[in-house]
C-alpha cells in the first residue's frame, strides 16, 4: 500500500516543489523575523529562541527529506529483487525488505 502511494506521487512533480517552496519560505520568514526584531529587542534570550527555531525546523525539513530517500531506496531495492525475479524465471516475489 504505501509502495503503491510512493510510486504514485514519485511522478507527481508538483509535490516536489511544493517541498522545496516550503523549505525556502521558512528558512526566508525565520531569517526576516529575526533581522526585523533582533535590533528592537535586543535580548540573547531573544536571538537564542530564533537560533532553536531555527535548527528545530531545519532538522524537520532533513529529517523528512532522508525518509523520503529512505522510501524510494527501498522501493528501488524491492523493484530490482522482483525484476531478477521475473527474469530468472522465479515465482517467489522479492525477499528484500
Partial sequence: MAERTLLERCSDLEI???????VVVS???LAAALVVTAPLIGSWEFLLFFAVAYILVTTWERVGYARTIMAYKGLALKLAARAAAIE???DEGPTVS
Fill in 16 to 22: 516536489t516543489r511544493r517541498r522545496v517552496r516550503l
Fill in 27 to 29: 528558512g526566508l520568514l
Fill in 88 to 90: 530468472g524465471g522465479e
